[in-house]
């Protein structure tokens, strides 16, 4: 079988573009995760020179988070309007000069204004590359697409923390801001000269703020658009609960280094990439409803053997408190894009909108997650383990009640996207 690109999208790429195409819009989904966790190697440096606390460095995580929750409710509508390619432009611009003012930063105060404005920014690439699969790719193809995003995509968690420790052992803290300015940089290079606009103007909406709002209304005010994207939230959350307590679990749990998180990260980031190609294989093979549940039935069995693990005496140590994560977030990974699709598809022309709802309510969980949860259950290992359980029992019950009453179609959205496989 061949693949061509219909004359829907006048720049959809081929060959080597498309695949060049592709690792971009990954590489727009790794800068929000990759921006958090690159952080924690350095909480401690930054709590000694501001004589900061343990809860207020982890606002340095949730207000980065809150308003990237709130953009996410303007990136994609305007990305419906103005076409998708000017939007990841802007916001690549305002992330390298919030990461500039971060590295420059007096104060903690100043800090947490500047990583406010970098979470605003951040999240137009990781929302609007959401988007543009779907503009572009049909079908399997579509879920194949996004499971080879989501595998790039889960690098960043893994690898942030290690780049983190790597780069204080150069400099203090401000050069991880620095080197987010570099990558920041050669972001906006390979989205002005290779990405191309998916998102033709004839199928632009109006740029007005009512009918921009109106689009975010009709997709939150929608019963299934309203659980797919809380099953999103409690599936994502399962995992981003030992994201956000890292320096907590690494530091005051197993009392680790600085350059040592990847003893945490490396098995909670292998399940989710080996779970994203998994899906990827199995898509056009299985249904995606059957493929989601199948991944909570792994995340459900893992995350109750964690908990588990977690009550037997002398488990406070490596490997036992990570021996179970790979399986948690690698059930995690094999339902993520199934949920992501059937939002999408949803609203067909309303794609844009449809992300940003999506988006927003699991980035204000996460958001939640950081804030509170993370320094309230980080004093136990067990603790973390019934957290992250019960948000896995909570996003399965949803997804099977969408089930219920929504079917998943087995071949997505027959909305023409721009990109259609013939033989």
């Given amino acids: 079988m061949t693949a061509q690109f219909a004359p829907t999208s006048s720049a959809a790429p081929t060959g080597g573009r498309r695949a060049l195409f592709l690792v971009i819009l990954a590489s727009l989904g790794m800068i929000g995760p990759f921006s958090i966790d690159t952080m924690f190697p350095a909480f401690a440096r930054m709590g000694a020179e501001f004589g900061a606390s343990e809860l207020a460095l982890q606002q340095i995580i949730s207000s980065y988070m809150l308003t990237f929750a709130v953009m996410s409710l303007v990136h994609g509508p305007l990305s419906d309007a103005l076409g998708r390619k000017p939007m990841v432009v802007a916001g690549t611009v305002i992330y390298i000069g919030a990461s500039i003012g971060c590295a420059l930063a007096p104060n903690l105060g100043v800090l947490l204004v500047f990583r406010a404005l970098q979470g605003l920014s951040a999240g137009a690439g990781a929302i609007i590359s959401r988007a543009m699969v779907r503009d572009v790719f049909a079908d399997a193809q579509a879920q194949r697409t996004m499971s080879h995003i989501a595998m790039i995509f889960g690098l960043a968690p893994a690898l942030a923390p290690v780049v983190g420790g790597l780069l204080l052992g150069f400099s203090g803290w401000r050069i991880i801001f620095w080197f987010l300015v570099v990558v920041g940089v050669a972001m906006l290079a390979l989205v002005v000269f290779f990405l191309p606009e998916t998102h033709p103007a004839e199928r632009r909406t109006p740029v007005k703020v009512r009918h921009l709002a109106s689009g975010l209304w009709s997709v939150a005010r929608d019963r299934a658009g309203r659980r797919l994207s809380l099953a999103a939230m409690f599936n994502n959350g399962a995992m981003f609960l030992y994201v956000s307590s890292a320096p907590l679990l690494v530091g005051n749990l197993l009392r680790l280094g600085e350059q040592d998180y990847w003893m945490l990260f490396v098995p909670l980031i292998s399940g989710m990439v080996i779970g994203s190609w998994v899906s990827g294989r199995l898509a056009g093979r299985l249904s995606g409803a059957r493929i989601a549940n199948l991944g909570y039935a792994i995340s459900l069995s893992a995350g109750a053997a964690n908990l588990g693990v977690s009550l037997i005496p002398g488990t406070t140590t490596l490997p036992w408190a990570v021996i179970l994560l790979p399986v948690l977030t690698f059930g995690i990974a094999l339902t993520?894009?199934?949920?992501?699709?059937?939002?999408?598809?949803?609203?067909?022309?309303?794609?844009?909108?449809?992300?940003?709802?999506?988006?927003?309510?699991?980035?204000?969980?996460?958001?939640?997650?950081?804030?509170?949860?993370?320094?309230?259950?980080?004093?136990?290992?067990?603790?973390?383990?019934?957290?992250?359980?019960?948000?896995?029992i909570i996003g399965a019950l949803l997804w099977r009640r969408h089930l219920a009453s929504t079917p998943i179609a087995p071949h997505g959205s027959p909305d023409a996207p721009a990109f259609e496989p013939v033989e």
């Fill in 336 to 392: 993520f894009p199934v949920v992501t699709l059937a939002m999408l598809d949803l609203f067909p022309s309303a794609r844009g909108s449809a992300s940003s709802v999506q988006n927003f309510v699991a980035l204000l969980g996460n958001t939640l997650v950081s804030g509170i949860l993370a320094p309230a259950l980080g004093f136990s290992l067990t603790a973390l383990a019934a957290g992250s359980f019960g948000y896995t």
